[in-house]
């Protein structure tokens, strides 16, 4: 699925969101573990990142040629600054159904490209002929919470122990959905 759109920040910087390609295994890679080592918000952890950027091309590759699955990335400057991805949940009865995930490097946290990313990412959900995204967030992550709010998502269950944090301990999950129609 291919997508691009530029994008004026709240700093009225501009940033592109576009699909990320097999070349930017690096950085994508880079920017994946950077994110999953600055905050305890995400499903793993830096160390446990198993793949190097060969496999990371490979996959890049996957998702780019995938008609309903993509990965998208924030550019700023011309540098990786954030990711998010749509994934299909399953086959069959769940088949309208498609999970978004997302990070950005927290040095670029409150400018708007959260919000961009996930636009670009319901945008690529609906061309994909999903009817439901669904993500699941902390819930010590008000900054998320707020921000999922305010574009339509709406909380639909819990998990009090959905991580085993390794400083906070268990994590409680809230689990959010957005209709597409």
């Not at 997508?3 to 004026?8: D, G, L, N, Q, R």
């Not at 700023?76 to 399953?90: E, R, Y």
């Not at 919000?115 to 967030?137: D, F, M, N």
């Amino acid at each position: 699925m291919e997508f691009a759109k530029t994008v004026t920040l709240k700093d009225n910087s501009e940033c592109l969101i576009r699909n990320t390609e097999a070349a930017d295994a690096q950085a994508v890679l880079d920017i994946f573990l950077l994110t999953h080592e600055q905050t305890d918000f995400l499903a793993s952890y830096r160390d446990e990142a198993t793949f190097d950027a060969d496999f990371e091309k490979k996959f890049l590759a996957g998702k780019k040629n995938s008609e309903r699955e993509v990965y998208l990335c924030a550019v700023l400057d011309g540098k990786i600054v954030g990711t998010a991805s749509v994934d299909g949940i399953g086959p069959s009865k769940v088949s309208h159904r498609c999970e978004l995930g997302i990070a950005i490097d927290e040095k670029f946290w409150g400018m708007g490209i959260g919000r961009a990313l996930i636009t670009a990412c319901i945008e690529c959900a609906k061309s994909a002929g999903y009817s439901q995204v669904e993500l699941e967030v902390v819930r010590e992550n008000e900054n998320a919470i707020a921000l999922y709010s305010s574009m339509g998502f709406t909380e639909f269950g819990r998990n009090p122990r959905g991580f085993l944090s390794r400083t906070q301990g268990f994590q409680e999950l809230i689990s959010m959905r957005l209709e597409l129609g």
